[in-house]
């Protein structure tokens, strides 16, 4: 009994299903309709919809409008958790307590959610001094504030930043508006330039983000090495120092993960 209520009536059992759908968002657009499922994974539509409606049930899928579906934050946190034991962040864990050991301060991995345009911290050394605010962990976070999130951001393409600046995310310390495109623009621009970001009192008051690019082997940006400390411990001679070893750290993480810069442009 319990057998046939596992089997669909092609043999193919439930679970397969569910795991093709979820594989169709994780390597598809920002959102689906049902007839895009239907056609890629041939199956029915009744069929697509009923399972469809026990993954928004369950979380992992939400739904948009248009008729279209999309992956829920939690999918993209449960994916982030499982590649604990994987990839980037079974590199970056030494990483990150040599840069807590040498700077004295709290230092993370931010880690992109390409699916929802979201970041959010995977792992975290702390140094002796403690921080006087937390630091949630496994949270998806707006790419819009903050440092580790601007930093994901400049490296993206122009397609997800107008993606992520339509979706108008407010301040989350004071619900001010983001800033418009040029001026979006315009930061993002800053922070390539100089190869990191900085920020002061933008995702927590009176502390001080920083956040350098990790890319993988695709050359596509995956993640970012960052430090936070409170406002009162930062001067500007602190500044160039951590900013030196974040980018040489997450410089030397990217090629560990993989990555190989472009070569030159022939003339």
């Not at 199956?43 to 829920?72: C, F, I, K, M, N």
């Not at 962040?89 to 700077?103: F, G, K, N, S």
């Not at 936070?228 to 500044?239: K, N, V, W």
Request: charge should be positive.
């Amino acid at each position: 009994m319990a057998q046939a209520v596992e089997q669909a009536e092609d043999g193919t059992s439930v679970v397969a299903r569910v795991v093709a759908l979820l594989r169709a968002f994780a390597e598809g657009g920002e959102s689906l309709s049902i007839k895009d499922l239907a056609g890629q994974l041939a199956l029915a539509p009744s069929t697509v919809h009923r399972l469809l409606d026990q993954l928004v049930a369950a979380g992992l899928v939400e739904r948009t409008p248009g008729r279209r579906y999309r992956v829920s934050g939690e999918f993209s946190r449960i994916g982030a958790l499982a590649a604990r034991k994987a990839g980037v962040l079974r590199l970056a864990r030494p990483v990150i307590q040599e840069v807590a050991r040498e700077t004295d301060e709290t230092c993370m991995l931010g880690m992109l959610l390409p699916q929802t345009l979201t970041m959010m911290f995977v792992d975290k050394a702390a140094s002796a001094r403690p921080l006087p605010y937390a630091v949630r962990m496994h949270r998806a976070r707006s790419l819009l504030w903050g440092a580790t999130g601007l930093c994901l951001l400049a490296w993206l393409g122009p397609s997800a930043v107008e993606r992520v600046l339509r979706r108008g995310e407010p301040s989350p310390l004071d619900g001010r508006s983001p800033p418009d495109g040029a001026a979006l623009a315009d930061r993002l621009a800053r922070i390539r330039r100089r190869g990191y970001a900085l920020t002061r009192g933008e995702q927590t008051r009176e502390a001080v983000g920083m956040a350098a690019p990790v890319f993988g082997a695709s050359r596509q940006i995956v993640g970012d090495l960052c430090l936070t400390l409170p406002q009162s411990r930062f001067s500007a001679a602190d500044e160039e120092r951590f900013a030196r070893l974040l980018t040489q750290r997450a410089a030397a993480l990217s090629r560990m993960n993989g990555y190989q810069p472009a070569p030159p442009a022939r003339g």
